[in-house]
């Protein structure tokens, strides 16, 4: 089952309450840039990624979330880390709903594809430097990913 519509089952029977859900993330580099994205429902730069679907791989679901969100492929370098727990890794959507995700943020290099200048997720992409992410409105848990 696609995940809307599993994500959708659940709602019916846990109304707005939080939900835990597995999800991924990109940390793609080009140089000195990582590609950041500014989510339409929150506002927030975030790295490409959402929520895995039932019985999806982690890797899996990393790489069709970045073609959706990017128009970029990708091959996988290694696992970053994994982030979740607390304030910082909860999000109330415009709707009520809240999630609390758990995140497994994998290093990737782009292999082919063509960057969108948006997508339904997404109303912007860009590549930034670290001082250039530091300036925007980002996720708090996104500076923990980004330590050296």
């Known amino acids: 089952m696609p995940r809307e519509g599993y994500i ?7 109304g707005s309450r939080p939900l835990l859900l597995p999800s991924v993330a990109a940390l793609i580099r080009n140089g000195d840039r990582v590609l950041v994205g500014r989510h339409r429902d929150v506002g927030r730069w975030v790295m490409p990624g959402g ?37 910082d890794h909860r999000i109330q959507y415009p709707n009520g709903d809240i999630v609390d995700y758990v ?3 994998f290093e ?6 063509a960057l969108h200048a948006e997508t339904p997720e ?15 409105d ?7 990913v980004l330590e050296p």
């Open 8 to 14: 959708r089952e659940l709602r019916a029977q846990v």
């Open 51 to 87: 929520a895995l679907e039932p019985g999806e791989r982690p890797v899996d679901g990393l790489v069709r979330e970045v073609w959706e969100e990017t128009g970029l492929h990708v091959a996988i370098s290694g696992l970053r880390g994994v982030y979740g727990g607390g304030a």
């Open 103 to 105: 995140a497994a943020v």
């Open 108 to 113: 990737c290099h782009v292999v082919g594809g």
């Open 122 to 136: 997404l109303d912007s992409l860009r590549w930034v430097t670290l001082p250039e992410l530091a300036a925007l």
């Open 138 to 144: 980002t996720p708090p848990w996104l500076a923990m």
